[in-house]
């Protein structure tokens, strides 16, 4: 298991940190030191084995961390927030670490996280939860294409909404191609005007959601709605 | 009175003094965190959470730490006498100042280990460390800095509580202060030994800060 705040012995050094959990499962100690050390070049702490966590950034912290969840030879690695505390570069630089150790090991890691940007980068499938269930589940690709899924619309936020008069404005989740703009505007001869989106290519489709104003009432854009609908695109009017 | 002869006087006073204050040290270090520890360990979301345990060592520790000294000095005269076989002198002293020391020590070891970062001990409960591992390399070990720290302020109370031990014939350096400082009004005396009172304690503060210093990786 890995920590939000890294949880390690501020009296020990990394190398020290890495052994606490060898010690407790009772590994004889010259064993103890080679396997440290083999930890600590596995995440790339090789030559700060004898620096104190005070000496250490977070992100050398976290890999510390790392480097003693995995002392243990575990099946599954338990992050909690792991990169919950690290400024965006470092969050990346463990994203790929773990990354690293998941295709290396073929170690399973149960991520938890509330950064939208972590599940979009090195999930394979998500699970999200309110208040203590789980609301949907799935393939991040699928789930990140599936019409009006929470998770989409946790990656892709789109901003406050414009006032734009004479004018529908909705919010369109992107299926397929992402030609729908311009398939839209050629159909129904009309000016379609993008109010805001955030679209990104996943496993080779596009994904994302993106907010459009049609000119004139609701009712007058029934039709039009309603082909985006038969299109395979999920729609929302945003409040 | 010359120097020549309150020298061979505080030669002797300041022996007593450092056997009583060294002694009750090691006794009070050991006593001390013993029941620190298990005040930390019996309290509520502790690791050997119980109540009752808990609530009687706090109370035992609170009544040993209102007595005054001199107080318990004489109140435990018959606990002394079964623990040494004497009540007075050098060493019937040390049974008090024990006394007097461990719950004084228990409270800031309590306060220390209070200190330690619940998620080092959650991780360590994680990985399967059992309590002994934890109280031994978790608790004592990130605690240590203010455990020394601590203890340098108990090993300075006890050179003031050991003043009193004049009571019980105890003597060391504060007992002669009283004696032939203020009772024969030996001016001499009185500044000497204030003087080497001054020097000790400001030579345990130094060591302590410095040991407490190497300790802490902060």
């Known amino acids: 298991m890995i920590h939000q705040h890294f949880a390690l012995l501020s009296s020990r050094t ?226 | 009175m010359t120097w020549s002869d309150i020298a061979p006087l505080l030669w002797q006073a300041t022996k007593e003094s450092a056997y009583m204050v060294g002694v009750a040290t090691v006794l009070t270090a050991a006593g001390g965190l013993l029941i620190g520890v298990l005040l930390v360990l019996t309290d509520r979301g502790g690791l050997l959470a119980a109540r009752p345990v808990n609530a009687v060592l706090g109370l035992i520790v609170n009544i040993g730490r209102s007595l005054p000294f001199i107080i318990l000095l004489v109140a435990i005269i018959p606990f002394t006498r079964a623990v040494v076989g004497t009540t007075i002198g050098t060493t019937a002293a040390i049974v008090p100042l024990t006394v007097g020391a461990i719950p004084f020590y228990a409270r800031i070891v309590e306060t220390s280990i209070r200190e330690v970062d619940r998620d080092v001990i959650a991780a360590a409960r994680a990985m399967g460390a059992s309590r002994p591992q934890i109280v031994r390399k978790v608790l004592l070990r990130e605690a240590r800095p203010g455990l020394v720290a601590g203890l340098t302020i108990t090993v300075i109370a006890l050179v003031s509580y050991s003043a009193m031990a004049g009571v019980v014939g105890g003597g060391g350096l504060g007992d002669l202060a009283i004696r032939y400082g203020y009772q024969r009004f030996e001016n001499e005396v009185m500044v000497a030994t204030v003087l080497l009172l001054v020097v000790f304690v400001q030579l345990t503060q130094m060591l302590g800060d410095f040991v407490a210093r190497r300790l802490s990786h902060q």
């Open chain 1, 14 to 239: 990394a190398a020290g940190n890495v052994a606490f959990p060898l010690e407790v499962m009772g590994v004889p100690r010259h064993e103890r030191a080679t396997r440290v050390r083999e930890l600590l070049d596995l995440v790339g702490l090789g030559g700060r084995a004898d620096a104190y966590p005070a000496q250490l950034s977070g992100g050398q912290k976290q890999r510390v961390g790392i480097a003693r969840a995995l002392a243990g030879r575990p099946s599954v690695l338990l992050s909690d927030e792991a990169t919950s505390a690290l400024d965006p570069e470092t969050t990346g630089s463990i994203l790929e670490l773990l990354r690293d150790l998941n295709q290396r090991l073929g170690l399973t890691i149960l991520l938890i996280t509330h950064e939208m940007e972590v599940v979009k980068r090195i999930c394979d499938s998500v699970a999200v939860m309110h208040d203590g269930r789980v609301t949907e589940s799935g393939a991040v690709p699928e789930l990140l294409a599936r019409p009006g899924s929470e998770l989409a619309r946790g990656v892709f936020r789109l901003g406050p909404v414009p006032d734009l008069p004479g004018h529908t404005v909705v919010d369109v989740t992107v299926a397929g191609d992402g030609t729908f703009v311009a398939e839209l505007a050629r159909t129904f001869d009309i000016e379609v005007r993008i109010l805001g989106g955030s679209v990104e290519t996943v496993a080779g489709g596009r994904v994302g959601r993106v907010r459009i104003g049609l000119p004139g009432t609701p009712e007058a854009n029934e039709a039009r709605l309603r082909h985006l609908r038969e299109t395979g695109h999920a729609l929302e009017v945003p409040a």
